[in-house]
Nanobody, 127 residues
Framework: QVQLVESGGGLVRPGGSLKLSCAAS????????MGWFRQAPGKEREAVSC????????EYVDSVKGRFTISRDNAKNTLYLQMNSLKPEDTAVYYC????????????????????WGQGTQVTVSS
């Protein structure tokens, strides 16, 4: 049974930082590109960042470029998202996802490519 369990969410002030983790079980991360997605209240779920199976290729949505960093430790079967300079508009439920391929090509970092979802972790940016 595949499980993706996110942790590290919480309440943070604007300008602050959080680091999300996603621990995987029931699958081996070496064989999956992985991604972080988020869904704000009243909005559709969107891709935030993805990384190829090796981590050598990454993609970010424009709104988080330069502030968020995706990384992975395949030996620990864990995916991370370091979020710096957080803004109120980053408030959302953040989901970890395993994508159905190894590499990361144009357009691959999308909901359409997701094979498995985590349950989500809430991130709230507010003063």
């Amino acid at each position: 049974q595949v499980q993706l369990v996110e942790s590290g969410g919480g309440l943070v002030r604007p300008g602050g930082s959080l680091k999300l983790s996603c621990a995987a079980s029931g699958l081996t991360l070496d064989y999956y590109a992985m991604g972080w997605f988020r869904q704000a209240p009243g909005k559709e779920r969107e891709a935030v960042s993805c990384a190829s199976s090796s981590g050598s290729s990454t993609e970010y949505v424009d709104s988080v470029k330069g502030r968020f960093t995706i990384s992975r430790d395949n030996a620990k079967n864990t995916l991370y998202l370091q979020m710096n300079s957080l803004k109120p508009e980053d408030t959302a439920v953040y989901y970890c996802a395993a994508l159905g391929f190894l590499s990361l090509g144009p357009g691959d970092c999308s909901i359409d490519g997701v094979d498995y979802w985590g349950q989500g972790t809430q991130v709230t940016v507010s003063s």
